[in-house]
Each structure stands twice: as structure tokens, then as C-alpha cells.
């Protein structure tokens, strides 16, 4: 019974593997496709290079500071009657900032005056009596001390004016000072005290802070080795100085080097450099962080290519040019100076050469490449989606012509 069955599972398996016809079984059909031998082409984005100057700059970072900075206090004791200034306005020097009450002030005035002409009138009366002893001495009616004691008198009533007169000044200037005027120009911050506040010569906080903004100064520092072009420019030149945003990619200012300090800090290497920018706008704000870019040369009339071309390697630096057959090659380069996004080249590649910035980890000397716009379609693609896209629309618009038109024939034929 096993052997029946075994041998009935044979003769079905030699019947399924014989053609239909009882030829011999086909072959089976070869992998469909293109031969391995030709390799597909790798995208890649790519550059011209291009001749022109570039900036030799030094990259700082730098802190935003007033010009000047002035913290204004009374200069007398009193009661702030005033306050003439709102929180963040601009004034000028000398604009009137608060008042102290001035009654004080003007009964001292007023007081020194008076005993200023006590004074003067006393002295008239000594110099008359001065010379009427003078004519009885002469007389011999009086002794010489008397005249003597007489002529003192009159000094020390003259002294006395003197100091009547200093009293009358001084309480003049204590009315001056009553009126708190703006010491320079420049930006009020928060308000210290108020209106109705005892104030005091001798009061730390004062009454309010003005800081000058424009221009404003701009403190960074360098290292001491990048001292000497700086130095040699001086020399020569002002050398311009431009401030950006903390991302380093918006330019806020631009101004000049006013100043290098007198010493090098030996603890970090680096020497303080101050710069000077005009600030109408307020681009720049006291303290703020800023980075900083110093111009100290610039190379004339070099080629220069995307820095993200660039490639390292044991054997040095190169580039992928790409060739007229869309190949591309490696081309040893020198870089003279790297600055953001460019390098400027001494030599190895030629100005409208191509050379790969996107895509190059796929590539080997020889390969070929597809070049693609930096968005990631090939080039011409976009002309040819607008141009796919035009002749889809007058087709579109044809269509419902013919609909139209067939519709209105039929709906004539229905009315007869």
C-alpha cells in the first residue's frame, strides 16, 4: 500500500516538470534590466568659481558700552519738588531734569545781602571817621594810636564785606544747584527717586543714570599674537570695525578702531581694543553682546570658492571640479584664507570651473554626476514642470469647451 503511494507522488512530479506537448521544460527567463557595467550617475550640487577681493578679518567677541555714563545727584540738601523727565527719554546737556525747593535758598540769599549792607554802611561810617581822626592828629588834638585803631577798623569792616560777598555767591549757587540740569546727552534710565523725597548732597543712589548711546563704544579683545597687522594699520590707517548679532549673521553697526589699551592681560594672552560706532538708530544697546569683525587687510583680485568644497586628506587639501563629460576629478588646491562661507585659493582651480559643495560623500575620482540646483531638483527641471504644467491647463480648458459645446447641441435637439 506505501508502495503504490510512493510510486503515484513520482509520476505526478515527472508530469508537472515536462512541457505541455511532452517537450523538455523550458528554461527560466534571465533578470530583466540594464547591464551592472554602467554606473548610475551621482547627484550633486555644484558651484562656479569666481574672482574677486576678499576681507582678511579678525572674529572677536565684544561688549556694547556707553561712551559715558553719569549718575546724576543733588548737589544740595531739600525736598524734590519736580521731576521734568520721563523713564527712557533722550535729553540734551543742560535740559532741566528736576527741581529741589528753592525757599531755603532764597532766604540764605537773601539774609547775606542784607548783611551786606550792614556791612557796606559801617564801612562808610569808619572811613569818615578815619579821616576826622586823621585832621585832629594833625592838630595834635589826638594821639597817633587812636588814628591807628581807627585805620584796623576800617580793614577788618572791609574784610567783613568781602565775606558778605562770598555769602551772597553762595547761596546763588545753592539756587543754581536747585535746578538739576542734564550734566551731557544721552538716554534717562529708570527713575531713582520721586517727587516729594528729602534729597541729600551725600546720597548714593542719586536720582536718576544718563548714559550717552550715541556713539556708543564697542570693548573686544584679541589675541596677542594678531596684535602686530593691527598695530602696523594704525600706523597708517583707521581700520574699520563692523558689529553683528550673536549668530554672527546680521550686521548691526559699522564703525572704527579708536584705541588699543596699554598692556596685554598675561593671564588669557589677550589685549583689550576699543572701537567706536555711530548708533542714531540704536542698533547698539549698552552691554549688549555683540560679535566683532576687524578689517586688517584684503586680498586683491584672488579665486575664490565655497569653503564646503573644500577637502581634507593625508596627502592635503582638494577640490571636485567637475568636467565637460559631467565626470568629476580632484584637483589639489592651497587656501589662502578661510572667512565664513568662502575660501580664497592661491592656486588649483580657475575661475568659472565647477567644483562640488553638496553630495560629496558619494564620490570618487572618474564618477559621474547629475548636477542639481541647492534645492534638490536637477536644473531645467523647473522649466519643464512650468512647461508640463501650461499644456495641462490649455488641455483642461479644451475639454470643457468640447463639454460645452456638446452639451448645447443636444439641448437643441431636445427642443425640436
Known amino acids: 500500500m506505501v508502495l503504490a503511494v510512493v510510486v503515484a507522488g513520482a509520476s505526478l512530479l515527472a508530469l508537472r516538470t515536462t512541457a505541455p506537448g511532452g517537450g523538455e521544460p523550458k528554461?527560466?527567463?534571465?533578470?530583466?534590466?540594464?547591464?551592472?557595467?554602467?554606473?548610475?550617475?551621482?547627484?550633486?550640487?555644484?558651484?562656479?568659481?569666481?574672482?574677486?577681493?576678499?576681507?582678511?578679518?579678525?572674529?572677536?567677541?565684544?561688549?556694547?558700552?556707553?561712551?559715558?555714563?553719569?549718575?546724576?545727584?543733588?548737589?544740595?540738601?531739600?525736598?524734590?519738588?519736580?521731576?521734568?523727565?520721563?523713564?527712557?527719554?533722550?535729553?540734551?546737556?543742560?535740559?532741566?531734569?528736576?527741581?529741589?525747593?528753592?525757599?531755603?535758598?532764597?532766604?540764605?540769599?537773601?539774609?547775606?545781602e542784607g548783611q551786606s549792607a550792614k556791612d557796606n554802611a559801617t564801612l562808610e561810617n569808619a572811613r569818615v571817621d578815619l579821616d576826622r581822626y586823621q585832621a585832629l592828629y594833625k592838630g595834635g588834638l589826638v594821639p597817633q594810636q587812636q588814628v591807628a585803631t581807627q585805620a584796623t577798623t576800617l580793614s577788618q569792616i572791609d574784610g567783613a564785606i568781602k565775606a558778605d560777598a562770598a555769602q551772597i555767591e553762595s547761596a546763588k549757587l545753592n539756587l543754581l544747584y536747585a535746578r538739576i540740569t542734564a550734566p551731557i546727552s544721552g538716554r534717562i534710565g529708570l527713575r531713582l527717586l520721586d517727587a516729594g523725597n528729602m534729597v541729600h548732597a551725600n546720597?548714593?543712589?542719586?536720582?536718576?543714570?544718563?548714559?550717552?548711546?550715541?556713539?556708543?563704544?564697542?570693548?573686544?579683545?584679541?589675541?596677542?599674537?594678531?596684535?602686530?597687522?593691527?598695530?602696523?594699520?594704525?600706523?597708517?590707517?583707521?581700520?574699520?570695525?563692523?558689529?553683528?548679532?550673536?549668530?554672527?549673521?546680521?550686521?548691526?553697526?559699522?564703525?572704527?578702531?579708536l584705541t588699543i589699551d596699554n598692556q596685554i592681560d598675561q593671564t588669557t594672552g589677550t589685549v583689550k581694543l576699543k572701537a567706536v560706532f555711530p548708533n542714531k538708530d540704536n542698533a547698539l544697546f549698552p552691554n549688549q553682546f555683540v560679535n566683532v569683525r576687524l578689517l586688517v587687510d584684503t586680498l586683491r583680485d584672488t579665486v575664490i570658492v565655497p569653503s564646503a568644497s573644500v577637502q581634507h586628506s593625508p596627502e592635503g587639501t582638494f577640490v571636485y571640479v567637475v568636467t565637460a563629460e559631467n565626470t568629476v576629478k580632484t584637483q589639489d588646491v592651497r587656501v589662502r584664507l578661510t572667512a565664513g562661507e568662502d575660501a580664497a585659493l592661491a592656486d588649483g582651480v580657475s575661475a568659472g570651473e565647477l567644483v562640488v559643495t553638496d553630495g560629496i560623500d558619494k564620490l570618487q575620482p572618474g564618477a559621474k554626476v547629475t548636477l542639481q540646483n541647492a534645492g534638490g531638483g536637477k536644473k531645467g527641471d523647473k522649466a519643464g514642470k512650468a512647461e508640463k504644467a501650461d499644456k495641462g491647463a490649455t488641455s483642461e480648458k479644451n475639454d470643457t469647451s468640447e463639454k460645452n459645446e456638446k452639451g448645447g447641441a443636444a439641448k437643441a435637439r431636445e427642443a425640436q
Open 27 to 112: 528554461p527560466a527567463k534571465a533578470a530583466s534590466g540594464k547591464g551592472s557595467s554602467s554606473a548610475k550617475a551621482v547627484p550633486v550640487v555644484a558651484s562656479p568659481a569666481r574672482r574677486g577681493d576678499m576681507r582678511v578679518d579678525l572674529t572677536a567677541l565684544g561688549t556694547a558700552t556707553a561712551l559715558n555714563t553719569v549718575t546724576v545727584r543733588s548737589r544740595v540738601d531739600g525736598q524734590l519738588l519736580r521731576v521734568l523727565f520721563t523713564e527712557g527719554q533722550f535729553v540734551k546737556e543742560g535740559d532741566l531734569l528736576a527741581e529741589i525747593d528753592p525757599r531755603p535758598f532764597q532766604v540764605q540769599l537773601a539774609q547775606a
Open 203 to 257: 546720597d548714593q543712589n542719586g536720582l536718576l543714570v544718563i548714559t550717552q548711546v550715541d556713539p556708543i563704544a564697542v570693548v573686544f579683545t584679541i589675541p596677542e599674537d594678531s596684535l602686530p597687522p593691527v598695530l602696523r594699520r594704525m600706523k597708517s590707517d583707521k581700520l574699520p570695525v563692523d558689529a553683528y548679532d550673536r549668530d554672527l549673521k546680521t550686521r548691526l553697526a559699522g564703525g572704527m578702531l
